[in-house]
């Protein structure tokens, strides 16, 4: 589930529509959250789909570790790519942006950690990254990993509207980290080779 204070708006021709703030996100405030109506699907599950199903699948679904392709339920599904991504996802199945969202801004991710299956060529942002590939994760983690701590910290001082739906397992683990009786797990943990 996407954070409430979100919507889906046209951003241009060229990306088609995106998910743009609606009221101020503060740094560290949990943007997603994978929940029980996100669809996840196995790889045999999808190859028995009719074609334009997994053309769906295909342009709106992420890979998670175990290869499969989540699917979400909710406007989730129409946030786009940017090197310059002001939200990150976690190895705990949500994500949070690593730094404040203005109203009016779209929520990106860098989709080098969505695990693709092929490489693309991205808008041009102006950074010395111009191409989306497959194994992103392996390459830029340590750096994706340095902006997840630096959010960490600010999770108990903003507002969590979408913290009821992180299993209490979790919770406990986030507590623990903060606390600094636990490191965070790696964004590493979410890449899948095919």
Not at 139 to 163: C, G, R, S, T, Y
Request: hydrophobic letters at 40%; a negative charge; proline letters at 4%.
């Amino acid at each position: 589930m996407i954070h409430p204070d979100t919507e889906i708006r046209f951003i241009s021709d060229e990306i088609g529509y995106g998910v743009v703030a609606t009221k101020f996100i503060p740094k560290g405030s949990i943007t997603w959250v994978q929940e029980e109506l996100d669809q996840v699907y196995t790889p045999v599950q999808v190859s028995e789909m009719k074609p334009l199903s997994q053309q769906m699948i295909d342009k709106y679904s992420f890979r998670n570790n175990k290869g499969n392709f989540v699917l979400c339920w909710d406007i989730a599904k129409y946030v786009n790519h940017s090197f310059r991504s002001n939200c990150l996802s976690t190895a705990y199945d949500f994500e949070i942006a690593v730094r404040d969202i203005y109203p009016g801004e779209e929520l990106t991710d860098d989709y080098g950690y969505l695990n693709v299956s092929e490489a693309f060529k991205a808008i041009d942002e102006g950074t010395e990254r111009t191409t989306v590939f497959p194994d992103d994760l392996l390459n830029f983690h340590k750096e994706w990993d340095l902006q997840l701590e630096d959010a960490f910290v600010q999770i108990e001082k903003v507002a969590q509207p979408l913290k009821e739906l992180l299993p209490f397992e979790m919770l406990e683990k986030l507590r623990a980290i903060l606390a600094g009786r636990q490191e965070m797990d790696s964004i590493l943990n979410l890449y899948y080779q095919e």
